[in-house]
């Protein structure tokens, strides 16, 4: 069965470095999310992206943070100026379309580490 | 903001026993899901629930979206000790992209 696939499985980077989480959504999706969950804690919605924009973002995406699809398979969180509060696991998921039966389907995640 | 309580935070059961755990929200949902995690893993689709009232099955599993569309239940029958972990409800309004998330039922089975 096609999944979504994330790298790196962890990623341990310095406060104020520049880090950048890779995704490749599944091959027939046209709808792209990332969320993140803080150890211990619910997944929180970060920001949707279809054709080409962001199309919703929560207030936890604030300008440290961009998304982008670099080419056709993958699509890319990127956090400029990393805290710690940064430390979480980061989920990608993508959905075929807006279908009332087309669901998100999940990654394994990124752990991110910052130090 | 939308907000999902989940409940119980925590099970802890005897294997063969039947589970149950519920979300309710203030807010009207147009879509239910049920995820589980696993440790070290994404959340993986359990059930999705599309219509008020439904009430759908997948195995052992059983869940439905309750009629006034802010609420919806998870029952596992007849546990298995590979039913440890975490399940997550989420759910989507009309018109939104994001699923809001439960806080997450850990449940924990002796054998």
């Not at chain 1, 929180?44 to 962001?54: M, Q, R």
């Not at chain 2, 298995?80 to 449940?107: E, H, M, N, W």
């Amino acid at each position: 069965e096609p999944e979504v696939t994330q790298t790196p499985s962890h990623q341990v980077t310095q406060m104020g470095q520049e880090v950048i989480l890779r995704c490749v959504p599944i091959s027939n999706h046209l709808y792209f999310y990332w969320y993140r969950q803080i150890l211990g804690q619910k997944v929180e919605f970060l920001v949707s992206f279809y054709n080409n924009e962001i199309s919703e973002k929560s207030e936890i995406f604030d300008d440290q943070f961009s998304v982008e699809r670099p080419d056709g398979s993958n699509f890319t969180l990127k956090i400029r100026s990393t805290k710690l509060e940064d430390s979480a696991m980061y989920f990608c998921a993508s959905r075929r379309g807006q279908g009332w039966d087309q669901p998100q389907h999940f990654g394994d995640g990124t752990r991110l580490s910052i130090l | 903001g939308q907000q999902l309580n989940q409940s119980p935070q925590s099970m802890f059961i005897q294997e063969g026993e039947d589970v149950s755990m519920n979300c309710t929200s203030s807010s009207i949902f147009n879509t239910w899901l049920w995820y589980k995690q696993d440790p070290g893993e994404g959340p993986v689709l359990l059930i999705a629930l599309y219509k008020a009232g439904e009430l759908t099955s997948n195995g052992r599993l059983t869940a439905q979206f309750g009629i006034t569309r802010k609420d919806s239940f998870l029952n596992i029958s007849a546990s298995i000790p590979s039913d440890v972990g975490i399940y997550f409800c989420a759910g989507q309004g009309a018109g939104a992209q994001k699923l809001v998330f439960g806080q997450g039922t850990r449940l924990t089975i002796n054998p």
